[in-house]
């Protein structure tokens, strides 16, 4: 107020919402222009609002990014616990107890009935260990977080269902939560090719360009992928994202299907 | 032949113990975590080591490092993997180099104990084992021109025999075939993939796998 007293100058002060938001300091003679005042005062006032508002949206978004990425780490953490606690109980369990029954097994030579029994039990359990496995693999990727992203891709590749070209050049290891990101973009990617994409060939490409990693799955398939609807890819978009990358995908009819991650890497 | 084991549950630890004890192996270490199968290797240079692929303390890639560093520092003992999960890229990197006196294998395969011992005295003895899972994932690998569909299925049967690391002794026992039969049927398939058939037989086994992965 003080400014307003020197040089002939006046303050007329804005409101939005009967509460003051600024203050326009102005030469004195614009006193008798009160509508020209009141125009630059609403202009002003709606300026100012703006910019508030989208500092405000700007903080919820800041924030909504750090609460998805805690989703997507909390679940992670859930689910390495499960693998391990699977891994190092009942998996362990059902070895060694395979292996007691086996070690039985030799100690009833001449008792055909038991050891016929025996060895169908151990059948059993054979099966339920293969079925366990794959649940906890299915659960968490234990691979990569203990061998990184170059070894377990070795597999994925292996097991696709058309002949792929792998190129994966990285040196060292990235962070976990990285290098678990990326797997899931590669495996679901391999798995849309196997459902959907009538592929010949495909190929798979992870690379670090300075602090970005680009994780790219291309194939030669039909393409027309829904990338509206598959929950598949929705939850990968959730995995990029809250890392503060980005999912391109590009799947025109008749031209293949080509899912890109970029991933930033500091 | 002398065996040290590394395996942080006692239940298998033991199990295994027992198990080559009964087949008439000298077990001369227990070791609960990498670093004291490290020292007991190193002082007390056994056959073989058997390796879990997760040991303490973080049940990361402890198990791993350790068996490559043995396998870099003391050529003379064999390693065995065991892992409740089979990875390609993880039998990649144990092999790298060198199929001879490595091994690879689920760990419920111990329960098939006579196999089980023919694998540590194999591996024991500088030759390789390596899990049917990943042989028959090298296999299975989309080509896009497959010689591997140019095999017959005897063919393809001696073929899996070998990449698991049989010797040709060992797949005529296991296919109830002449060991000669054998020997025609490796240089039968040798020449439809194009490699050479010399050589030892770790080097044959690594040539099998070097070229099935590409």
Redesign the interface.
């Given at each position: 107020m003080e400014l307003a007293n020197q040089d002939g100058r006046a303050v007329t002060r804005i409101e939005r919402d009967g509460a003051p938001v600024a203050a326009l300091i102005h030469d004195r003679a614009l006193n008798e222009e009160r509508e020209l005042l009141d125009a630059v005062g609403a202009a002003a006032g709606i300026a100012l609002q703006n910019a508030r508002l989208q500092a405000e949206l700007r903080a919820r978004l800041e924030e909504l990014r750090g609460s998805r990425a805690r989703i997507v780490e909390a679940a992670h953490t859930e689910r390495q616990r499960l693998e391990r606690d699977l891994h190092d109980g009942a998996q362990q369990r059902l070895v060694a107890t395979s292996l007691e029954l086996s070690l039985l097994e030799d100690l009833l030579d001449q008792h055909s009935a038991a050891r016929r029994r025996l060895a169908q039990a151990r059948r059993e359990l054979a099966k339920s260990l293969e079925e366990l496995r794959e649940i906890a693999r299915g659960i968490h990727p234990a691979v990569v977080s203990a061998h990184g992203l170059a070894v377990a891709l070795e597999q994925l590749a292996a097991l696709a269902p058309v002949p792929i070209s792998l190129r994966v050049e990285l040196t060292g290891r990235l962070p976990e939560s990285l290098e678990v990101a990326a797997y899931y973009v590669v495996s679901e990617s391999l798995a849309n090719i196997a459902k959907h994409a009538r592929a010949t060939t495909a190929s798979i490409a992870v690379v670090r360009i300075n602090d970005r990693v680009l994780v790219e799955v291309v194939d030669d398939g039909v393409g027309g992928a829904d990338t509206e609807r598959g929950s598949g890819l929705r939850g990968l978009t959730d995995r990029v994202e809250a890392l503060n990358g980005r999912l391109c995908i590009w799947s025109p009819f008749g031209g293949g299907t080509r899912v890109k991650a970029e991933l930033p890497c500091a | 032949v002398r065996v040290a084991i590394a395996e942080d549950?006692v239940?298998?630890r033991e199990?295994?113990a027992?198990?080559l004890n009964?087949a008439g192996f000298d077990v001369v270490a227990r070791c609960e975590d990498a670093d004291d199968l490290l020292r007991k290797v190193r002082s007390l240079l056994p056959d073989v080591a058997i390796v879990d692929i997760?040991l303490p303390p973080t049940?990361?890639?402890e198990g791993?490092r350790a068996a490559l560093e043995i396998r870099a520092r003391y050529p003379s003992v064999g390693v065995l993997v065991l892992s409740?999960?089979m990875?390609?890229?993880?039998a990649?990197?144990l092999l790298s180099g060198s199929a001879e006196g490595v091994g690879y294998l689920l760990?419920?395969r111990?329960?098939?104990?006579r196999e089980f011992v023919a694998a540590v005295r194999r591996v024991a003895e500088g030759g390789s084992a390596l899990d049917p899972i990943i042989v028959s994932?090298?296999l299975?690998?989309?080509?896009?021109d497959d010689p591997i569909a140019q095999l017959t299925p005897r063919e393809r049967e001696v073929l899996e025999l070998m990449a698991s690391g049989s010797s040709n002794q060992g797949i005529a026992d296991s296919l109830v075939i002449t060991v000669r039969a054998v020997e025609k049927y490796v240089s039968s398939i040798f020449s439809k993939l194009g490699l050479p058939s010399t050589g030892s037989q770790s080097r044959r086994v690594l040539a099998v796998l070097l070229y099935l992965?590409s």
């Open positions: - | 549950s239940l298998l199990g295994l027992r198990l009964e997760r049940h990361r890639d791993l409740q999960y990875e390609l890229g993880l990649l990197k760990k419920d111990i329960s098939d104990v994932t090298l299975s690998r989309q080509r896009p992965r």
